[in-house]
Protein backbone atom coordinates (compact mmCIF):
# COMPACT_ATOMS: atom_id res chain seq x y z
CA UNK A 1 0.00 0.00 0.00
CA UNK A 2 1.50 2.94 -0.92
CA UNK A 3 1.10 6.01 1.96
CA UNK A 4 2.23 9.65 1.56
CA UNK A 5 3.14 11.89 4.60
CA UNK A 6 2.02 15.23 3.69
CA UNK A 7 4.05 17.75 5.97
CA UNK A 8 2.45 21.15 5.81
CA UNK A 9 5.60 23.67 6.62
CA UNK A 10 5.37 27.27 7.05
CA UNK A 11 8.50 28.57 8.65
CA UNK A 12 10.08 25.26 10.36
CA UNK A 13 13.65 25.98 8.78
CA UNK A 14 14.50 25.09 12.79
CA UNK A 15 12.50 21.52 12.56
CA UNK A 16 11.80 20.43 9.67
CA UNK A 17 15.53 18.69 8.63
CA UNK A 18 15.11 16.40 11.55
CA UNK A 19 11.45 16.02 11.46
CA UNK A 20 12.15 14.74 7.54
CA UNK A 21 15.63 12.81 8.89
CA UNK A 22 13.35 10.97 11.37
CA UNK A 23 10.59 9.79 8.98
CA UNK A 24 12.94 8.64 6.23
CA UNK A 25 14.97 6.69 9.25
CA UNK A 26 12.19 5.47 11.55
CA UNK A 27 9.47 4.54 8.31
CA UNK A 28 11.81 4.67 5.38
CA UNK A 29 8.31 2.42 3.58
CA UNK A 30 6.39 5.85 4.05
CA UNK A 31 6.67 8.66 1.00
CA UNK A 32 6.49 11.81 2.05
CA UNK A 33 6.00 15.37 0.40
CA UNK A 34 6.56 19.19 2.46
CA UNK A 35 4.39 21.44 1.75
CA UNK A 36 6.17 24.30 1.82
CA UNK A 37 3.06 26.87 2.24
CA UNK A 38 4.91 30.55 1.25
CA UNK A 39 7.15 30.37 4.16
CA UNK A 40 9.41 33.87 4.78
CA UNK A 41 12.31 31.93 5.90
CA UNK A 42 14.56 29.47 4.67
CA UNK A 43 12.55 26.62 4.60
CA UNK A 44 12.48 26.08 1.08
CA UNK A 45 16.14 26.11 0.46
CA UNK A 46 16.68 24.40 3.57
CA UNK A 47 14.88 21.49 2.17
CA UNK A 48 15.89 21.88 -1.33
CA UNK A 49 19.63 21.78 0.09
CA UNK A 50 18.63 18.53 1.00
CA UNK A 51 17.42 16.91 -1.69
CA UNK A 52 13.84 16.94 -0.17
CA UNK A 53 10.31 16.83 -1.87
CA UNK A 54 8.75 19.66 -1.20
CA UNK A 55 6.12 21.06 -3.07
CA UNK A 56 6.30 24.53 -2.70
CA UNK A 57 3.11 26.88 -2.79
CA UNK A 58 4.67 30.70 -3.62
CA UNK A 59 1.89 32.53 -1.76
CA UNK A 60 0.24 31.81 2.15
CA UNK A 61 -2.01 30.24 1.69
CA UNK A 62 -3.01 28.77 5.45
CA UNK A 63 -3.22 25.03 6.47
CA UNK A 64 -6.31 24.30 4.37
CA UNK A 65 -5.14 24.97 1.46
CA UNK A 66 -1.56 23.58 2.01
CA UNK A 67 -3.19 20.39 3.12
CA UNK A 68 -5.33 20.02 -0.04
CA UNK A 69 -2.56 20.88 -2.17
CA UNK A 70 -0.87 17.62 -0.50
CA UNK A 71 -3.39 15.72 -0.75
CA UNK A 72 -3.62 16.88 -5.00
CA UNK A 73 -0.10 15.71 -4.87
CA UNK A 74 -1.27 12.15 -3.51
CA UNK A 75 -4.14 11.83 -5.75
CA UNK A 76 -2.06 12.40 -8.97
CA UNK A 77 0.64 10.61 -7.83
CA UNK A 78 -1.62 7.60 -6.95
CA UNK A 79 -1.23 7.07 -3.34
CA UNK A 80 -3.60 4.73 -1.14
CA UNK A 81 -3.25 6.12 2.14
CA UNK A 82 -2.06 9.84 3.01
CA UNK A 83 -1.22 11.32 6.80
CA UNK A 84 -0.80 14.90 8.07
CA UNK A 85 2.40 15.06 9.66
CA UNK A 86 3.50 17.66 11.37
CA UNK A 87 7.00 19.64 10.55
CA UNK A 88 7.70 20.80 14.18
CA UNK A 89 8.36 17.41 15.57
CA UNK A 90 5.16 16.60 17.61
CA UNK A 91 4.51 13.52 15.46
CA UNK A 92 6.20 10.52 15.74
CA UNK A 93 6.46 8.36 12.21
CA UNK A 94 6.98 4.86 13.97
CA UNK A 95 3.08 5.44 14.49
CA UNK A 96 2.80 5.36 11.05
CA UNK A 97 2.25 2.00 9.95
CA UNK A 98 -0.01 1.38 13.09
CA UNK A 99 -2.68 3.56 11.24
CA UNK A 100 -2.03 1.91 8.16
CA UNK A 101 -2.70 -1.51 9.30
CA UNK A 102 -5.75 -0.19 11.85
CA UNK A 103 -7.08 1.11 8.32
CA UNK A 104 -6.77 -2.03 6.69
CA UNK A 105 -7.78 -4.31 9.37
CA UNK A 106 -10.46 -2.02 10.42
CA UNK A 107 -11.76 -1.31 7.03
CA UNK A 108 -11.27 2.58 8.00
CA UNK A 109 -11.58 5.94 5.91
CA UNK A 110 -9.91 7.95 8.59
CA UNK A 111 -7.27 6.88 10.95
CA UNK A 112 -6.68 9.03 14.01
CA UNK A 113 -3.74 8.84 15.92
CA UNK A 114 -5.09 9.49 19.20
CA UNK A 115 -2.88 10.49 22.51
CA UNK A 116 -6.03 9.24 24.79
CA UNK A 117 -7.21 5.41 23.30
CA UNK A 118 -5.49 3.98 25.99
CA UNK A 119 -4.32 7.06 28.12
CA UNK A 120 -6.24 9.47 29.89
CA UNK A 121 -6.79 13.23 29.53
CA UNK A 122 -5.05 15.60 31.81
CA UNK A 123 -6.85 18.43 33.09
CA UNK A 124 -6.28 21.77 31.44
CA UNK A 125 -7.76 24.37 29.54
CA UNK A 126 -6.12 22.77 25.88
CA UNK A 127 -7.46 19.63 26.68
CA UNK A 128 -10.96 21.14 27.97
CA UNK A 129 -11.20 22.30 24.63
CA UNK A 130 -11.00 18.74 23.37
CA UNK A 131 -12.48 17.68 25.48
CA UNK A 132 -15.90 20.13 24.55
CA UNK A 133 -14.88 19.36 21.14
CA UNK A 134 -15.17 15.49 21.71
CA UNK A 135 -18.56 16.15 23.00
CA UNK A 136 -20.11 18.05 20.15
CA UNK A 137 -18.98 15.21 17.69
CA UNK A 138 -20.86 12.97 20.06
CA UNK A 139 -23.89 14.43 20.35
CA UNK A 140 -23.89 15.47 16.35
CA UNK A 141 -22.49 11.90 15.36
CA UNK A 142 -23.46 9.79 18.23
CA UNK A 143 -20.06 8.44 18.26
CA UNK A 144 -17.11 9.17 20.37
CA UNK A 145 -13.85 10.68 19.04
CA UNK A 146 -11.41 10.80 21.77
CA UNK A 147 -8.88 13.12 20.65
CA UNK A 148 -10.58 15.40 18.01
CA UNK A 149 -7.57 18.08 17.66
CA UNK A 150 -4.66 15.70 17.09
CA UNK A 151 -3.36 16.75 13.72
CA UNK A 152 -2.34 12.96 12.68
CA UNK A 153 -4.86 12.00 10.53
CA UNK A 154 -4.71 9.03 8.21
CA UNK A 155 -6.88 9.10 5.38
CA UNK A 156 -7.81 6.50 2.44
CA UNK A 157 -8.20 7.02 -1.21
CA UNK A 158 -12.08 8.03 -1.22
CA UNK A 159 -11.72 10.70 1.60
CA UNK A 160 -8.13 12.07 -0.28
CA UNK A 161 -10.87 12.52 -3.34
CA UNK A 162 -12.91 13.90 -1.25
CA UNK A 163 -10.38 16.52 0.36
CA UNK A 164 -9.27 17.36 -3.65
CA UNK A 165 -13.18 18.36 -4.56
CA UNK A 166 -14.31 20.43 -1.34
CA UNK A 167 -12.77 23.92 -1.32
CA UNK A 168 -13.52 24.31 2.66
CA UNK A 169 -12.37 20.84 4.10
CA UNK A 170 -9.41 21.80 6.52
CA UNK A 171 -7.51 18.95 8.19
CA UNK A 172 -9.87 19.49 11.87
CA UNK A 173 -12.16 18.33 13.74
CA UNK A 174 -15.41 19.56 11.67
CA UNK A 175 -14.27 18.09 8.95
CA UNK A 176 -13.56 14.88 10.68
CA UNK A 177 -17.29 15.46 12.19
CA UNK A 178 -19.08 16.21 8.87
CA UNK A 179 -16.92 12.93 7.39
CA UNK A 180 -18.63 10.75 9.92
CA UNK A 181 -22.19 12.03 9.46
CA UNK A 182 -22.08 11.22 5.54
CA UNK A 183 -20.80 7.67 6.24
CA UNK A 184 -16.87 8.06 6.61
CA UNK A 185 -15.66 4.64 9.33
CA UNK A 186 -13.24 7.03 11.59
CA UNK A 187 -11.30 4.81 13.88
CA UNK A 188 -8.70 6.05 16.39
CA UNK A 189 -5.40 4.31 17.48
CA UNK A 190 -3.31 4.95 20.31
CA UNK A 191 -0.05 7.42 19.05
CA UNK A 192 2.27 9.41 21.48
CA UNK A 193 3.25 12.68 20.77
CA UNK A 194 6.09 15.05 21.83
CA UNK A 195 6.19 18.57 22.83
CA UNK A 196 7.26 20.99 20.03
CA UNK A 197 11.03 21.10 19.25
CA UNK A 198 10.87 24.33 17.65
CA UNK A 199 9.32 27.39 17.08
CA UNK A 200 5.92 28.74 18.56
CA UNK A 201 2.58 26.51 18.92
CA UNK A 202 0.59 27.80 16.29
CA UNK A 203 -2.44 28.55 19.11
CA UNK A 204 -1.82 31.76 21.04
CA UNK A 205 -4.24 32.13 23.19
CA UNK A 206 -6.48 34.11 21.20
CA UNK A 207 -5.72 31.68 18.27
CA UNK A 208 -7.33 29.55 20.73
CA UNK A 209 -10.47 31.38 21.42
CA UNK A 210 -10.96 31.57 17.54
CA UNK A 211 -10.07 28.40 16.74
CA UNK A 212 -12.22 27.40 19.30
CA UNK A 213 -15.83 29.36 17.62
CA UNK A 214 -14.61 28.53 14.32
CA UNK A 215 -14.98 24.79 15.01
CA UNK A 216 -18.35 24.74 17.35
CA UNK A 217 -19.60 26.68 14.96
CA UNK A 218 -19.06 24.74 12.14
CA UNK A 219 -19.85 21.75 13.98
CA UNK A 220 -23.14 22.83 15.23
CA UNK A 221 -24.11 24.69 12.57
CA UNK A 222 -22.51 25.28 9.13
CA UNK A 223 -21.76 21.49 8.61
CA UNK A 224 -25.86 20.51 8.21
CA UNK A 225 -25.95 22.85 5.25
CA UNK A 226 -23.30 21.98 3.44
CA UNK B 1 -36.91 65.89 7.67
CA UNK B 2 -34.60 69.20 7.65
CA UNK B 3 -32.68 71.13 5.23
CA UNK B 4 -29.14 70.12 7.32
CA UNK B 5 -29.95 66.36 6.42
CA UNK B 6 -30.68 67.27 2.84
CA UNK B 7 -27.70 69.30 2.45
CA UNK B 8 -25.88 66.76 4.15
CA UNK B 9 -26.94 64.04 1.75
CA UNK B 10 -26.11 66.05 -1.63
CA UNK B 11 -22.48 66.97 0.03
CA UNK B 12 -22.23 63.10 0.58
CA UNK B 13 -22.78 62.33 -3.13
CA UNK B 14 -21.14 64.66 -4.43
CA UNK B 15 -17.90 63.26 -2.41
CA UNK B 16 -19.22 59.61 -3.30
CA UNK B 17 -19.49 60.79 -6.94
CA UNK B 18 -16.19 62.31 -7.33
CA UNK B 19 -14.09 59.23 -5.01
CA UNK B 20 -15.86 57.23 -8.01
CA UNK B 21 -14.31 59.07 -10.73
CA UNK B 22 -10.82 59.79 -9.26
CA UNK B 23 -10.86 55.44 -8.96
CA UNK B 24 -11.99 54.92 -12.23
CA UNK B 25 -9.44 57.45 -14.01
CA UNK B 26 -6.77 55.34 -12.06
CA UNK B 27 -8.46 52.36 -13.41
CA UNK B 28 -8.39 51.03 -10.13
CA UNK B 29 -12.20 50.62 -10.25
CA UNK B 30 -14.74 48.75 -13.58
CA UNK B 31 -17.36 50.31 -15.27
CA UNK B 32 -19.48 47.52 -13.05
CA UNK B 33 -18.50 47.84 -10.11
CA UNK B 34 -18.90 51.87 -9.59
CA UNK B 35 -22.63 51.16 -11.00
CA UNK B 36 -23.42 50.35 -7.30
CA UNK B 37 -21.74 53.48 -6.11
CA UNK B 38 -23.45 56.10 -8.33
CA UNK B 39 -27.03 54.56 -8.30
CA UNK B 40 -26.26 55.14 -4.27
CA UNK B 41 -25.14 58.39 -4.63
CA UNK B 42 -28.05 59.10 -6.82
CA UNK B 43 -30.30 57.63 -4.38
CA UNK B 44 -29.39 60.51 -1.68
CA UNK B 45 -29.96 62.88 -4.30
CA UNK B 46 -33.21 62.09 -5.39
CA UNK B 47 -34.37 61.96 -0.99
CA UNK B 48 -32.15 65.51 -0.95
CA UNK B 49 -34.46 66.78 -3.59
CA UNK B 50 -37.80 65.20 -3.27
CA UNK B 51 -38.47 64.95 0.36
CA UNK B 52 -41.44 63.38 -0.20
CA UNK B 53 -40.64 60.25 -0.80
CA UNK B 54 -39.11 59.90 2.55
CA UNK B 55 -42.57 61.30 3.68
CA UNK B 56 -44.31 58.77 2.26
CA UNK B 57 -42.25 55.52 2.73
CA UNK B 58 -41.83 56.34 6.37
CA UNK B 59 -45.60 57.01 7.04
CA UNK B 60 -46.15 53.51 5.53
CA UNK B 61 -44.58 52.01 7.38
CA UNK B 62 -44.99 53.61 10.35
CA UNK B 63 -41.53 55.61 11.13
CA UNK B 64 -41.44 58.26 13.41
CA UNK B 65 -39.36 60.42 11.58
CA UNK B 66 -38.61 60.46 7.45
CA UNK B 67 -34.84 60.80 8.80
CA UNK B 68 -35.23 58.03 10.57
CA UNK B 69 -36.31 55.97 7.37
CA UNK B 70 -33.40 57.79 5.46
CA UNK B 71 -30.88 56.18 8.13
CA UNK B 72 -32.44 52.83 8.27
CA UNK B 73 -31.97 52.88 3.99
CA UNK B 74 -28.52 53.81 4.11
CA UNK B 75 -27.24 51.09 6.55
CA UNK B 76 -29.66 48.76 4.88
CA UNK B 77 -27.91 48.94 1.57
CA UNK B 78 -24.33 49.19 3.20
CA UNK B 79 -25.19 46.10 5.07
CA UNK B 80 -26.16 44.46 1.66
CA UNK B 81 -22.71 45.36 0.34
CA UNK B 82 -20.88 44.23 3.17
CA UNK B 83 -22.06 40.93 2.96
CA UNK B 84 -21.97 40.89 -1.10
CA UNK B 85 -18.25 41.54 -0.32
CA UNK B 86 -17.19 39.33 1.74
CA UNK B 87 -19.13 36.14 -0.41
CA UNK B 88 -16.94 38.04 -3.34
CA UNK B 89 -13.67 37.90 -0.53
CA UNK B 90 -14.15 34.15 0.29
CA UNK B 91 -15.17 33.26 -3.90
CA UNK B 92 -11.73 35.69 -4.66
CA UNK B 93 -9.94 33.23 -1.69
CA UNK B 94 -10.36 30.15 -3.24
CA UNK B 95 -9.23 31.12 -6.79
CA UNK B 96 -6.26 32.48 -5.21
CA UNK B 97 -5.66 28.76 -2.97
CA UNK B 98 -6.43 27.02 -6.22
CA UNK B 99 -3.97 28.81 -8.62
CA UNK B 100 -1.25 28.71 -5.77
CA UNK B 101 -1.65 24.99 -5.81
CA UNK B 102 -1.73 24.34 -9.07
CA UNK B 103 1.24 26.42 -9.47
CA UNK B 104 3.39 23.97 -7.24
CA UNK B 105 1.53 20.87 -8.82
CA UNK B 106 2.94 21.72 -12.08
CA UNK B 107 6.42 22.66 -10.70
CA UNK B 108 6.20 18.56 -9.85
CA UNK B 109 5.14 16.94 -13.17
Redesign the interface.
Known sequence: MKTLAIIPAYNEEESIVDTVEELKALAPQIDYVIVNDGSKDNTLAVCQEHGYNVLNLPVNVGLTGGFQAGMKYAWENGYDFAVQFDADGQHRPEFIQKMVDAAIDQHADIVIGSRFVTEKKQASARMTGSALISGMIKLTTGKRINDPTSGMRLYDRNMIKRFISESDFGPEPDTVAYLIRRGANVVEVQADMRERSAGESYLSFSKSISYMMRTCMSILFVQWFR | MNIALRIFLVVGAVIVFAMVIRKIRKSEMQASDSVFWLLFAGSFVLIALIPQIAFVVSDWLGFDSPSNFVFLFVIAILFIKAFTLSADVARLR?K???L??E???R???
Open positions: QVVATQIALEKR
